[in-house]
């Protein structure tokens, strides 16, 4: 069975940073073909595609929040991590993870995590 | 400002036939690149629907279709049931962008 958690903290103040983690089973990011993915989701609006990284470490980002965004895995624990920089009141959103794969020509979020709800307050 | 549009909302009694439009451009869905569709029931996770364009995952009902036609994409729900009622979002990528897109998303209600 393949399950995905996020986890960090849930309330940031704004300028601050936001680190996030994914761990998952029931693959392995070394060496699979896969990869893991951030998508946040703000309070009854739609889902925005954040981050992705790859088995083989390529890395790809959404162009709107690239200069924010870091993102990094750790095989040995399963784990990915997000970084978001200069958190403002407009990054509250639930934030999920998924596992990216390919099945036909092309990619797409096969499994998600239950998402963390991230809110930026003072 | 998502790339991909989709109707608000599209409503159906339980029994009917529904479908949601997907509209994107030549840098994603007109160039080929695949459409997959995430239904999000209220207050859980999206779930994928529809892979590449026309594929349910095991364990989805073939009550679900998808189809893809130029710059545009559709999911037919047929045979509409209470539980179908949810978010649902289209998806694909975006070359211009060179980024992941998703849709604006469609409220189904079953009247």
């Known amino acids: 069975q393949i399950t995905l958690k996020e986890s960090g903290l849930t309330l940031v103040k704004p300028t601050q940073t936001l680190t996030l983690t994914c761990t998952f089973s029931?693959?392995?990011?070394?060496?699979?073909?896969?990869?893991v993915g951030w998508i946040r989701q703000p309070p009854g609006k739609a889902l925005e595609w954040l981050a992705l990284?790859?088995?083989?470490?390529?890395?790809r980002f959404s162009p709107s929040l690239k200069s924010r965004l870091t993102i990094t895995k750790d095989t040995s624990k399963n784990q990915v991590v997000l970084t978001m920089t200069n958190m403002d009141p407009v990054d509250t959103a639930t934030y999920y993870c998924?596992?990216?794969?390919?099945?036909?020509?092309?990619?797409?979020?096969?499994?998600w995590g239950r998402g963390t709800l991230v809110t930026v307050s003072s | 400002q998502s790339v991909l549009t989709q109707p608000p909302s599209v409503s159906g009694a339980p029994g009917q036939r529904i479908t949601i439009s997907c509209t994107g451009s030549s840098s994603n869905i007109g160039a080929t690149y695949d459409v997959h569709w995430y239904q999000q029931l209220p207050g859980t996770a999206p779930k994928v629907l529809i892979f590449?364009?026309?594929h349910r995952p095991s364990g989805v009902p073939d009550r679900f279709s998808g189809s893809k036609s130029g710059t545009s994409a559709s999911l037919a729900i047929t045979g509409l049931q209470a539980e179908d009622e949810a978010d649902y979002y289209c998806q694909s990528y975006d070359s211009s962008l060179s980024a992941y897109v998703f849709g604006t998303g469609t409220k189904v209600t079953v009247l």
């Open positions: 590449g364009n026309t």
């Open positions: 998924a596992r990216h794969s390919i099945a036909t020509a092309d990619w797409y979020f096969d499994v």
């Open positions: 029931g693959f392995s990011l070394s060496p699979s073909g896969v990869g």
């Open positions: 990284i790859y088995w083989d470490d390529d890395k």
